[in-house]
C-alpha cells in the first residue's frame, strides 16, 4: 500500500511539472477524462491506433461517415473550427506540405459578396485572389479532395544529391587551400556533412527513402509511449505530438493486435448488436434490386474497424462524448483532412434545397414571396435565375394584381409585370415621350385609335392613317364632302366615319376606298359609337339612330331630345346607351327597346359637350365644369373645375367600381390635357402641348393620350416608353 501511495503520489508530481499537457486522449494510466469514464476512454484509444493506419482516403470516407450522423451541435462545432481551414495562408502553406492536392477555396455567397466588395474597392482589379472551386454536390467535393499523381522525382533527387556533394567537396577544397585569401572557416568532413543533411531531410520528411512523406506523416510516425523528457521536447517544437496511450493498451500495440472490432465482409450483414438506424447506413441499393431474401451489398470503401466507431458515435456516445471525441479527432488529421471538412460542410451548408426538388414545389415555395423579393433571389444562382423567372410563377404574380396594358398572343408574364409597374409608375409621375403628327391643312376635329394605327378626321374633309408607334403617316382618305366630325374602328381593315354632309362611310384601309356610304341622318353627323356589330349615331337632327353595321340597317331610332345630340356612349355589353345633347339634358336608353330610362338635368344654361360611360359611372362636361354621375339612380358623386375655358371632351375609365377608383382625361378650348384620379379633388397631371389652341377632341387606352387641336396637329403622349 505504501509502495502504491508513493506511486500515485510520484506520478500526480509529475502531472503538476508538465503544465502543458492537456487532457488529450488517453493521459497514459492517468485518471480517465471526466465526460466519458474508463470505456470511452478506452474506445478513444483503440480509435488512436486504427487513425494511424488509415490514409487520407480512407480517413475522408469515414470523415463523411461521422458527419453525416451528426446533429447540430456537432456540425456547428466542426464549422467553426475547420473556418481558418478557409483563409489563403493556410491554402499556401498546406501545398507546400501536400502539393498533390490544389486546396481551392469553396465559393459561397459569402466568398462572392466579397469578391464584389474587392472590385468595387481596386477599380482594375489589382489584387490576387485564388480561383476559388464550384462546388454543388458532395462527389464534387469529395473529388475535389483526391491526391492526384505527380511525376516521377526520384532523378531529380538523385542530380540534387550529387551537386550538392560536390558544392561541399569544392568547399572543403577551398578552406584546405591556405592560398586563397578567405577567411577562416571551420572545417567540416563530408561524411559529417552527409550525415547532419540526412538528420535534417529526415525531419521534414524529405529523406529519398521516404520520397515525397510530408511533415505530418513523420510527427505521426513517432513512437506511441513517451517519456516526461520526450515530452517536454517534442511539445516545445510540434503541437501535432503523438499522445501516450493508456496501460491497458501497450501490450495489444506490442502484439499488433487487431482491438475489438466488427468481424464484416462485404458478403455478411453488420453485427446484430447496432441499432436498427446504424445497420440500415451501412447498406447501399445497387440500382433497382429489390429482390425478396437478398441482401443488399455493404460499403466496401472503409475499413472493418470503421462500423465499430459508427456503432459508438451514433449508438452508445452522448452529445458531450461526441464534441469530446471529434475535438481529439481532429487533432489527429492533417490539412487535406481539414480541408475536406470545411469543403463538405461548405456544399452541405450552401446546398441549393430548390434544386433538388421537383419543379412544382420548387414555384410553389416561391409563389410566397414577392416581386421585389424574387427579383434578389434569382442573383443567387443560374437555378434560383431560372426558377425566378419561371413563366408559371410571374403569370400568378400577375393575376393578383390589376393588369392595365394590353396582353400580347404569347406573353412573357415577368414582362408584363414589369411593363405594367412602369406604365402605371409613369401615368401617376408624368413621365412619357410626346410625338407630334402633322397632316392636315385645318382644324383635326376627331381621333381614333387600335393597338396599332390611330385614325384622324379634320375639316380638310380627309381621313388620315398614322402609325402609333412612329407617328408616320400610313395612308390618306377622300370621300366626304365636308369636315369629319367622328371615327371608329370596325375591324382591322374597316373604318366608319361621319361627317358634317350627313353620311356615314365604311372605308377599306387596305384599298383606301369606301365600302358603304350610309345616308339616314338630316343633319351633320356628329357622334359615333360601336359595340360589336351595333353602332348609334348622333345627329343635328335631334336624334340618334341604331345601326346593325354588318347589314347596314337602320334598327330603330332614339327620339326624345329638343336639340343636338353631340355625344354618344355605350356600357360594355352594348345594351345601355348615354346621350349628351344641346338641350342641357343626359339620357339613358334601352338600346334594345329604343326607349329612355332616365333623363338627368345637368346643366341650367349650356350644352352637354361630351358624356363618357363606363362600369356604371357617367362623367359629362358643360362649360368649365366637369361631373361625375352614378348611373344607377342618377346621383351627381363630384364635380371637377379646373379649366379656364369650356370643356370639349372627356372620357372615363373606372378600375374599380366597387372603391369607386378610376381615370377621367379632360380637354378643352384653354389648350389643356388634364388627368385625374376620381377619387381626388385635384388633377394629377397638366400636360401643355398646343399653345393657347383649343383642343377638339381625345382619346386614351393604357399605355397613351392623343389629342387633335385647332392648331393642325395630333400629339401622342405616350407613357410606355
Partial sequence: MTAEVSESMSIEAGKEELPFYTSWRGLGGWKPTSVGGVEFDKQLDRLSLWVEDWDHDKRCNILEGIMSRSGYNQIQFLWTVTQPALHRDFMYTARKEFPKLSFNPVSTHQTRKTKEKAKRMFRKQEFHRVQSAYMRHVDEAKEACRERELPNFDLLNIINREKNKTHVADKVDK??????????????????????????????????????????????????????????S???????????????????????????????????????SMSRKT???????????KSPGKLPEVISDVPPEAWKVFHWYEDEWSDV???????????????????????YLAVKQYRDFLEFLPIHLSLKILSHLSPSQLVKVSMVSKTWYNLANHNDLWKVKCQQVKIEIPLPRDPVWKKVYKDNIKVRHNWLTGRCNMIECKGHSKNVLSLAFDKRRMASGSSDSSIKIWDLRTGNQLSSLRGHTKGVWCLNFFTRNLLLSGSYDSTIKIWNLKQATTVRTIIGHDGPVWCLCRRGNTVISGSQDKTAKVWDIRRCLLQRTLTGHNAAVFSIDMDEEGKIAVTGSADRSVRIWDVETGT???????????????????????????????CLYQAEGGKLIKTFNEHQKRVECVQLKITNKDRRRGILISAGQDGLV??????????????????????????????RIASASHDHKIRLWDFSA
Fill in 321 to 343: 462524448q461526441r464534441n469530446e471525441f471529434l475535438h481529439k479527432f481532429l487533432l489527429k488529421l492533417d490539412p487535406r483532412q481539414h480541408y475536406f471538412i470545411s469543403s
Fill in 674 to 703: 388634364k388627368y385625374w384620379e376620381i377619387n381626388q379633388n385635384k388633377s394629377s397631371q397638366t400636360f401643355e402641348g398646343h399653345g393657347d389652341k383649343s383642343v377638339t377632341c381625345l382619346r386614351f387606352d393604357e399605355l
Fill in 596 to 626: 329612355f330610362k332616365k333623363i338627368i338635368w345637368v346643366s341650367q344654361t349650356t350644352s352637354i359637350m361630351s358624356v363618357s360611360y363606363s362600369h356604371g359611372y357617367i362623367a359629362c362636361c358643360y362649360g368649365e365644369t366637369i
Fill in 234 to 272: 517534442t511539445a516545445n517544437t510540434s503541437p501535432f505530438i503523438e499522445m501516450p496511450i493508456r496501460r491497458h493498451m501497450q501490450d495489444c500495440q506490442q502484439s499488433k493486435a487487431v482491438p475489438e472490432i466488427i468481424q464484416t465482409n462485404t458478403a455478411q450483414p453488420p453485427n446484430q
Fill in 175 to 232: 578552406s584546405q587551400n591556405p592560398s586563397k585569401s578567405m577567411p577562416y572557416l571551420p572545417q567540416i568532413s563530408n561524411t559529417e556533412y552527409q550525415r547532419k543533411q540526412e538528420l535534417i531531410e529526415q525531419s521534414v520528411g524529405l529523406n529519398a527513402v521516404q520520397g515525397q512523406r510530408s511533415s505530418w506523416e513523420v510527427i505521426r510516425s513517432a513512437p506511441p509511449t513517451l517519456s516526461d523528457d520526450e515530452l517536454m
Fill in 279 to 289: 445497420k440500415k447506413a451501412l447498406y447501399i441499393k445497387i440500382g433497382d434490386n
